[in-house]
């Protein structure tokens, strides 16, 4: 069974920085796609950010030019590097997985709160 726990999150002042860590394990299953998603309160969960396999990024157009993902297939791991934080940006972060054969995982989420 594939597990995804994420780690990074956190408090942190408006205009400051966070980096969210996620690494998978339990199986050797490979992934196609690796990405984080957010959900804040009372709003439905939405993409932030996704890395493909073969290294094509793809953003939300409200976290671009502000947050960077990057990946480690070898390592099953994904980051999230986020700066210039803003309150908006105040959520719970869950990472999230595709498997070569379409399953999708999810790690239980790390909040991130940006105080203005």
């Known amino acids: 069974q594939v597990q995804l726990v994420e780690s990074g999150g956190g408090l942190v002042q408006a205009g400051g920085s966070l980096r969210l860590s996620c690494a998978a394990s339990?199986?050797?299953?490979?992934?196609?796609?690796m990405g984080w998603y957010r959900q804040a309160p009372g709003q439905q969960r939405e993409l932030v950010a996704t890395?493909?396999?073969?290294?094509?990024?793809n953003y939300a157009d409200s976290v671009k030019g502000r947050f960077i993902i990057s990946g480690d297939n070898a390592k099953f791991t994904v980051y999230l590097q986020m700066n210039s934080l803003k309150p908006e940006d105040t959520a719970v972060y869950y990472c999230?997985?595709?498997?070569?054969?379409?399953?999708?995982?999810w790690g239980p989420g790390t909040q991130v709160t940006v105080s203005s």
């Open positions: 339990g199986s050797t299953v490979r992934f196609n796609l």
């Open positions: 890395i493909s396999s073969g290294g094509s990024r």
């Open positions: 999230y997985a595709r498997s070569v054969w379409g399953s999708n995982f």
